[in-house]
């Protein structure tokens, strides 16, 4: 099992450009998530996935956006990139709805300037 | 707002000493606690899950909870340099909840030669 993969590994945007950040579980984990890390600083919860068809925002949903239409992908959607975007982000899958143990991807750092 | 508080440290160590991190929460009825051990650059990695009260041990790591005083500690006998790394705790609430995982900022920890 490749577990979670992420892609792209880096990113530089400019100001007002859109990406689609990928990632992809192999684990047929029903729950995904996405968090962005900036230094020094914990995970915080973009959004969230429970299932295919079902997302949710987190505790930091502005600028972002996500679809489910596979237990395998959550794509994160940045539209009109701005510096406060700066930072990693990591997709999370976890297994069951009993046990939260999440599997991280390996991170996609985006620079905005 | 639930919280999950951890002392950013660093805390420094010598090699073959017992690390000692510490975690506090302040939703009473979290059920599940969660270590991750996450390098600089890299993603976290889940290293230990603690359910109940008492201790779980696994290799040189060992988890303790204690509900009712509302922390989550962790135990690393026998440090290694290797084990440099920030440490993050993670706590989730009961089954049938909101699924999403509370993570505090992470305790950086260096063993020192």
């Known amino acids: 099992n490749a577990g979670v993969t992420q892609t792209p590994k880096f990113r530089i945007l400019k100001i007002g450009q859109s990406m689609t950040l990928q990632c992809t579980q192999d684990?047929?984990?029903?729950?995904m998530y996405w968090y962005r890390q900036d230094p020094g600083m914990g995970l915080k919860l973009i959004y969230y996935s429970v299932g295919a068809g079902i997302t949710d925002k987190g505790e930091v949903p502005n600028g972002y956006n996500v679809s489910r239409s596979t237990t395998e992908d959550f794509p994160l959607r940045l539209e009109l990139a701005a510096p406060s975007q700066t930072s990693v982000y990591f997709c999370?899958?976890?297994?069951?709805?009993?046990?939260?143990?999440?599997?991280f991807g390996p991170g996609t750092r985006l620079t905005v300037t | 707002q639930k919280e999950v508080e951890q002392n950013s440290g660093p805390l420094s160590v010598p090699e073959g000493a017992i690390a000692s991190l510490n975690c506090t929460y302040s939703?009473?009825?979290?059920?599940?606690f969660f270590w991750y051990r996450q390098y600089s650059g890299k993603s976290p990695e889940l290293i230990m899950s603690i359910y109940s009260n008492g201790d779980k041990e696994d290799g040189r790591f060992t988890a303790q909870l204690n509900k009712a005083s509302q922390y989550v500690s962790l135990l690393i006998r026998d440090s290694q340099p290797s084990d440099s790394a920030t440490y993050l705790c993670a706590v989730t609430p009961p089954s049938g909840g909101s699924y999403i995982p509370t993570f505090g900022r992470g305790t950086s920890l260096i063993v020192h030669p």
């Open positions: 939703d009473r009825v979290s059920q599940s």
């Open positions: 684990m047929n984990h029903n729950y």
């Open positions: 999370a899958s976890s297994i069951t709805e009993d046990s939260y143990e999440q599997y």
